[in-house]
């Protein structure tokens, strides 16, 4: 699934101005944009984003693809230290489930909690999605 940069979480419109004048409008074009380090390097370059915010970016992304993903849901999931869809093949849903409603019970990140159900699938479409970033050159 793609959806415009505005669903980014965290991007801020001069980002979302540099971003689009590279022809960079979709989260599947920014994907690829930043999948590597190199390109996230030569990308910086161009756009003046620090490259570790456009990796943020690339795992928002990356997340983007998960049906049911909205950007609230990914706060949450950061907030409970699953930062990438190659980190959240491997958590147990229930014990997920269960850290997310006691991490928004402190800070409030969504109004409506995602089921065990959801974080299943979730959890279920994330080890069924080929791998797209790197981290090492």
Not at 48 to 61: E, H, T, V, W
Not at 75 to 88: D, N, W
Request: proline share 4%.
């Amino acid at each position: 699934m793609s959806y415009s940069i505005n669903q980014i979480d965290g991007l801020e419109e001069d980002e979302v101005q540099a971003l689009k004048a590279l022809g960079l409008r979709t989260t599947e074009r920014l994907l690829e944009a930043t999948k590597t380090p190199k390109g996230r390097r030569v990308l910086a370059e161009k756009t003046c984003i620090d490259p570790k915010r456009l990796l943020d970016y690339a795992n928002a992304c990356d997340y983007m693809r998960i049906k049911g993903m909205g950007k609230g849901y990914l706060g949450l999931l950061r907030e409970v230290g699953v930062s990438t869809v190659r980190e959240l093949k491997y958590r147990n849903p229930g014990n997920l489930a269960k850290a997310m409603a006691e991490a928004n019970k402190k800070k409030k990140l969504v109004r409506f909690l995602p089921s065990e159900k959801l974080v299943v699938r979730w959890v279920e479409h994330a080890k069924k999605l080929p791998l797209k970033i790197s981290y090492k050159d």
